[in-house]
């Protein structure tokens, strides 16, 4: 059982590694703000069209930012998420938020 608990843990380790290698992107206002996340649920790029920056109103490109943001990271968690269910194919650790 030791054996079995050390290769999950070196799986678990492999695969978190792989995570921060890989990316996904939100698109919001209409792709107006795009931001990059990794599978560590790091932002890692935003973009912001020239467009949506109006100093007149700063609030609205706030906001798109923001969701973006948010988008990225729980997009980024639901990847994690999948990946690490797929190691842990459904033993229900506790502790672990998979």
Do not use: C, H, R, Y
């Not at 999950?8 to 919001?28: F, N, P």
């Not at 706030?62 to 190691?87: F, P, R, T, W």
């Amino acid at each position: 059982m030791l054996k079995q608990a050390q290769q999950m843990q070196a799986k678990l380790a492999e695969t978190q590694a792989e995570l921060a290698e890989k990316t996904v992107e939100a698109s919001v206002g209409g792709g107006k703000v795009i931001v990059i996340a990794n599978g560590a649920g790091e932002v890692t790029s935003i973009k912001i069209a020239p467009e949506v920056v109006d100093p007149q109103d700063v609030e609205m490109l706030e906001d798109l930012v923001l969701s973006g943001v948010k988008q990225a990271i729980e997009d980024a968690k639901k990847m994690a998420s999948g990946e690490m269910g797929k190691l842990t194919a459904g033993l229900n650790i506790p502790g672990m938020p998979f």
